[in-house]
């Protein structure tokens, strides 16, 4: 079509305009598509992008782990620890560390959490590890997940779930500030010295319901008086009997004293 053809050559601006706008447009859309290190974008790329600058000096270039100089190893192996031990580790802050000697303490994670999305989407890469477990605790049934947490995780965590310590210098932590998720992430993992509880050993059901118990500790029904900082049956028996030895001792010592100058001014 030419301009001695059209017939309404005013017709031509508004063609022009909308073509015009269809391809600002696209280019537009072809900007903002996919932006590295934004969500939205190819997650396994910006994974592996922020596992080659801040993982890789301890678990290789490909998580196949590093050994230092002198046969140790600087960082172990993650081409089967799955999407689930990353999900852990950097959303407790446990991961990275400073120094490949350092113990993992729960902290503020380093990751904000689109980076953290994209760290374990590329971890999952590298093997056939456990996913990140979808967790509902509000559908877990709270007296099974009392009964499974104390017959599996009270000698390690205490009853009140305050952490404890193991053997090496090593302690359970507190599960005070643990996310459902990350109760049954660790559950599948078995972070530390905490054995690994698969699927054959608690079904999902069953860490839905560990997950809920957790929770209810945070702010448990203390029935049968004064909580004691929930401290658990051990300490908090051994603080009932040395409060209640001391007052009887104080109670015999008042009374004593009393009858004793009773003695006194009836023999003066």
Request: glycine letters at 14%.
């Amino acid at each position: 079509m030419t301009l001695r053809r059209l017939r309404h050559p005013a017709l031509l601006v508004p063609v022009l305009a909308a073509a015009l706008f269809l391809v600002l447009g696209a280019g537009s859309a072809a900007q903002e598509e996919d932006p590295p290190g934004r969500p939205g974008g190819d997650l396994v790329a910006q994974g592996r992008e922020l596992f080659v600058v801040g993982c890789s000096s301890c678990h290789g270039l490909d998580g196949e782990g590093v050994r230092a100089p002198d046969g140790a190893d600087r960082g172990p192996s993650l081409e089967d620890s799955g999407e689930a031990a990353a999900y852990y580790y950097l959303t407790t802050g446990r991961m990275p560390l400073a120094s490949s000697e350092e113990i993992p303490q729960r902290k503020e994670p380093a990751y904000e959490p689109h980076e953290i999305a994209a760290l374990v989407a590329y971890v999952g890469t590298l093997g056939d590890g456990p996913d990140v477990p979808d967790v509902d605790a509000a559908t877990g049934d709270l007296s099974l997940g009392g009964e499974l947490f104390r017959d599996n995780c009270q000698a390690c965590h205490s009853a009140t779930g305050a952490g404890g310590a193991l053997s090496y210098g090593r302690a359970a932590p507190s599960l005070g500030q643990a996310t459902p998720t990350q109760v049954g992430a660790a559950m599948r993992i078995g972070p530390g010295q905490m054995p690994v509880f698969g699927r054959d050993a608690l079904d999902d059901a069953e860490v839905d319901a560990i997950a809920r118990y957790v929770r209810y500790l945070e702010d448990p029904d203390d029935r049968g008086g004064i909580a004691l900082g929930r401290l658990g049956p051990i300490p908090e028996g051994f603080l009932v009997w040395v409060l209640g030895m001391g007052l009887l001792l104080l109670v015999s010592y008042v009374i004593g004293k009393r009858s004793y100058h009773r003695r006194k001014a009836e023999a003066g």
